[in-house]
């Protein structure tokens, strides 16, 4: 895990340049390895919303430098996408501004015996994200959570 952890930083480091180049926000970053075929998707954002000729743009642009510094070696497909409704959420700064609102996490490695968590986030602390299932309240670092998302609300 480790490994793919410092491959989404390099590749976050390549690329985080020329989205914010083309007026976008990098909301986050995927690396997916599997085996000689792998996925890299990129997230982009803007205040008025990301529109699929945007996504075509980037994906181009990005492309194009990733064939030049090639930083990954096997196939791969790149998908540039929007955070959607159900954004995927990768840092504190994210977590924090969705407090209040029903998240589903899910960790690396299990935490009090379970790696799954769907509830309201509740707040931040410390470097931890609380989660408060039920009516219980857990402390999940950052760094232990493999995928977060947001639950869209319809109502």
């Not at 990098?26 to 919303?49: A, F, K, M, Q």
């Not at 990005?62 to 955070?83: F, G, H, K, Q, R």
Request: with cysteine; charged share 25%.
């Amino acid at each position: 895990m480790v490994g793919v952890l410092a491959k989404i930083d390099e590749l976050t480091d390549l690329i985080e340049p020329v989205v914010i180049g083309m007026g976008f926000l990098l909301w986050g970053v995927e690396y997916i390895p599997s085996g000689n075929y792998s996925t890299l998707r990129i997230y982009i954002d803007h205040e008025d919303g990301i529109q699929v000729d945007q996504c075509a743009d980037v994906s181009r642009q990005v492309s194009a430098v990733l064939d030049v510094e090639d930083p990954i070696s096997s196939n791969y497909t790149l998908e540039v996408s929007s955070p959607g409704m159900d954004r995927p959420l990768f840092t504190l700064e994210q977590y924090a501004a969705y407090i209040g609102e029903w998240v589903d996490i899910k960790l690396r490695y299990a935490f009090e015996g379970r790696r799954k968590f769907k509830g309201v986030l509740v707040g931040i602390e410390d470097g931890d994200v609380i989660v408060q299932v039920d009516k219980e309240e857990f402390l999940l670092p950052i760094e232990s959570i493999d995928r977060g998302r947001i639950i869209p609300n319809f109502n």
